[in-house]
């Protein structure tokens, strides 16, 4: 999650209201557990909500090659914002809603990140 | 004056039993046991089509003490805001065969359940959309297993 989030850690604060009242928007940074490994949580950036289309790079290191889907009924599409080094949507799949558990809105530490998120860098 | 204040402390004394009982119960009901009400034909003959009410222990999942064979609730990946009953066929590594066509006896397909997940079917399979439907659930949505019905009295009792 380069360059929003540190890579030797940082501490967020997350509000788990959203999640439940359904009130996300593509570019929220998202926290959620892994569908692959049950006990990690994960953090990436909603890209898109159920019926959106995406349009993604399946593999930045090896070219440009694009896919588009269209994303299924009950899931979101995440993805992190460092797409070279990321395990997102893009491996997985396309993520079923029930398994987000709350949005981050607030960096506390490394100090100097202190604030509201950002945007997704273009 | 002093009249208030004592008035005022045993109003807030009473209230702070009454806060910490209630604080008691959401966490019994949200992480250790709690009662819900499940209906519909996709679990006959283990669940009565109009609706039982049952215990469900929310432990289980998250020591990692789930297997093939028990009744889980599940939050269903179509639609998040519902929750589903089913029973867990396969774990994770386990091979799944899947009947095509049930009119000819030979078309199956078989798939092995990919990490962190599991595989769901209901007991009665001509009604349910579970796994063969959906594909293979995320471990995460498991919300608790299913260990006792305490509704209707004529079959209460343990289950699984």
């Not at chain 2, 009953?85 to 009947?99: H, Y």
Request: hydrophobic fraction near 40%.
């Amino acid at each position: 999650m380069l360059p929003t989030l540190n890579v030797t850690g940082s501490m967020l604060l997350v509000e788990r209201i959203s999640t439940r009242t359904g009130k996300l928007r593509p570019g929220d940074v998202v926290i959620f557990r892994s569908p692959e490994a049950p006990r990690k949580i994960v953090c990436k950036r909603l890209i898109g909500l159920e019926g959106d289309q995406i349009t993604y790079v399946v593999d930045p290191q090896s070219g440009d090659r694009c896919e588009t889907i269209v994303v299924p009924k009950g899931h979101v599409w995440v993805e992190g914002d460092y797409i070279y080094n990321t395990k997102d949507s893009r491996n997985f799949g396309a993520l079923p809603y029930g398994l987000l558990e709350g949005r981050a809105f607030w960096t506390l530490l490394p100090r100097k990140d202190f604030g509201p998120l950002t945007p997704k860098p273009e | 004056m002093r009249q208030w204040r004592s008035i005022a402390k045993e109003a807030i004394d009473r209230a702070s039993i009454i806060v910490k009982f209630l604080c008691l119960l959401h966490v019994t009901d949200a992480y250790v046991v709690s009662s819900n009400h499940v209906l519909g034909p996709s679990m006959l003959p283990t669940l009565n089509i109009t609706g039982d009410v049952v215990l469900v222990e929310h432990l289980s999942h998250r020591i990692g003490k789930l297997g093939s064979g028990d009744l889980v609730l599940v939050r269903s990946p179509l639609d998040p805001n519902r929750t589903l009953t089913k029973r867990i066929v396969a774990m994770e590594g386990d091979r799944v065969t899947l009947s095509l066509d049930p009119t000819r006896s030979f078309s199956s397909r078989s798939l092995v359940v990919p990490k962190g997940h599991v595989w769901i079917q209901g007991d009665n399979l001509y009604v349910s959309r579970d796994s063969r439907h959906f594909g293979p659930l995320p471990y995460g949505l498991i919300e608790g297993k299913v260990f006792m019905r305490v509704w209707p009295p004529n079959s209460f009792g343990l289950l699984g």
